[in-house]
Nanobody, 121 residues
Framework: QVQLVESGGGLVQAGGSLRLSCAAS????????MGWFRQAPGKERAFVTT????????IYADSVKSRFTISRDNAKNTVYLQMNSLKPEDTAVYYC??????????????WGQGTQVTVSS
């Protein structure tokens, strides 16, 4: 069993940056592919990014490519999402996920509680 706790969300102006963190419990963190999904108001939950177990391979949604960077520190059981050049359309609840596969939301066994990111114009 893995528990995920996100932090780092908040209110930021367009063009600004935020760094989300996701702390995982359990000794098997390094065994899991990790990622982030987000859900904007009135919209379905959507894939943002994923990172493989070693951190050597990442995948991004087109909407965030070149602006967001996912990374992980297996020694600290933590995955990060650095978000730069934020836009109002990035406003959403961001969820840390683990134990799944790629962009398939239904494949992820572990979900955090979510952290709100609000980007003002």
């Amino acid at each position: 069993q893995v528990q995920l706790v996100e932090s780092g969300g908040g209110l930021v102006q367009a063009g600004g940056s935020l760094r989300l963190s996701c702390a995982a419990s359990g000794r098997t963190f390094s065994m899991y592919l990790m990622g982030w999904f987000r859900q904007a108001p009135g919209k379905e939950r959507a894939f943002v990014t994923t990172i493989n177990r070693s951190g050597s391979n990442t995948i991004y949604a087109d909407s965030v490519k070149s602006r967001f960077t996912i990374s992980r520190d297996n020694a600290k059981n933590t995955v990060y999402l650095q978000m730069n050049s934020l836009k109002p359309e990035d406003t959403a609840v961001y969820y840390c996920v683990g134990g799944g596969w790629g962009m398939d939301m239904d494949s992820y066994a572990y979900w955090g509680q979510g952290t709100q990111v609000t980007v003002s114009s």
